[in-house]
């Protein structure tokens, strides 16, 4: 299985910092490889179709915005 692609799209506020964290716990308890991208450039966060940050990207399908997943939340996303 090749490795994940995780994207945290925000402007690097507090709610982004957070959820980048809560992907990053994610990613470690479910023992998973994956590459955790911060993305902070407005354009290329509009450019993707999402009005709301903090968003959450796994694999380019966007799976969470305008909210701070939790790592729960998260694992069921890396899993599917």
Same mark, same amino acid.
């Given at each position: 299985?090749?490795?994940?692609?995780?994207?945290?799209?925000?402007? #690097?506020?507090? &709610?982004?910092?957070? %959820?980048?964290? +809560?992907?990053?716990e994610a990613i470690a308890a479910l023992n998973l490889e994956a590459e955790v991208v911060h993305i902070k450039d407005p354009m290329q966060i509009v450019e993707? #179709?999402?009005? &709301?940050?903090?968003? %959450?990207?796994? +694999?380019?399908?966007?799976?969470?915005?305008?909210?701070?997943?939790?790592?729960?939340?998260?694992?069921?996303?890396?899993?599917?």
């Amino acid at each position: 299985m090749s490795a994940i692609k995780v994207e945290v799209l925000g402007t #690097g506020c507090k &709610k982004c910092q957070q %959820l980048e964290a +809560n992907a990053k716990e994610a990613i470690a308890a479910l023992n998973l490889e994956a590459e955790v991208v911060h993305i902070k450039d407005p354009m290329q966060i509009v450019e993707r #179709g999402v009005m &709301k940050t903090p968003a %959450l990207v796994v +694999n380019d399908t966007l799976v969470s915005q305008g909210q701070v997943a939790t790592p729960e939340q998260i694992k069921k996303y890396l899993t599917v």
